[in-house]
């Protein structure tokens, strides 16, 4: 999956499978919007399957871990100061945590990176003055923060699953192409498992309640009065359990019980 060949999508029978009912999708049909969320979960219970089978499939996994590790480290500066611009937001957070590989799964993490902004900016109106007039003089306030962490999982995964069905589309039904159904798929599977990824703010106030109970967690939250300090640990503590529910590796069980990343 080099970069100087064309990628022609995933194999295997399920991933023909989703190929194929995207093939028959069509726009102006009574049920296309039903259909079409059919189509997007099905490529994400597939690329999920896929995973469960092969942790290593499209360095997915490997790759996630080590932006969500980066991410980390750059809220805390975010916090500290220079709340920018839009554009050199985006530039600085692809350049820190996109990393500079060639590789499919590196692509998706540069573009969650673009649609996490974004969408956390849909998500915070608030901060149009800020980053629209160019740097304030604060950082980000830790909510935003902790709603960019949380998106930026779920738009990694819907930006490679983009790549898959643009590639399908591109050699079976061009014709589609117009209508743009990879953005609409990608929109879906964001809204889907952005509600699976922990938040370190939630996951802090959580371990700040409970931390008589489990000691372990004093490590973690004994800068609470810092949240700047506290909040990148625990945001790097989450990285391995945002990673693997985002891509399908822990699952809740009708018990409530999670599985564990194998």
Known sequence: MGTSTRWAGPKGDRW????????????????????????????????????RGDQSAFGLYDTACAAGERLAVVLGSLAAGG????????????????GDGGTLADAAVRRGVAAAVRDVRDRHPELDDAMGGGAAAGGFA??????????????????FLRSVV??????????????DPE???????????????????????EATDLADAVGTAQSVVGAVQDPSAALPKIAASLVPRAVGKALGLITEEITGEEGAVA
Request: with cysteine; hydrophobic share 50%; aromatic share 6%.
């Open 16 to 51: 023909s499978s989703a190929a194929k009912q995207l093939a028959r999708w069509r726009d102006d049909s009574r049920d296309a919007d039903q259909r079409l969320e059919e189509i997007a979960a099905d490529h994400l219970s597939t690329l999920h399957e896929t995973l």
């Open 142 to 159: 830790w909510d935003i923060l902790c709603d960019l962490y949380q998106v930026f999982f779920a738009d990694m995964v819907a930006e």
């Open 183 to 205: 953005g609409r798929i990608a929109d879906w599977v964001a809204g889907k498992v952005v509600d699976l990824v922990p938040n370190p703010c939630e996951e802090s106030a």
């Open 166 to 179: 643009a590639e399908h589309i591109k050699l079976a039904v061009p014709v589609l192409v117009v209508t």
């Open 83 to 98: 709340a920018e611009s839009e554009d050199a937001l985006v530039a600085r957070l692809i350049s820190e945590v996109g």
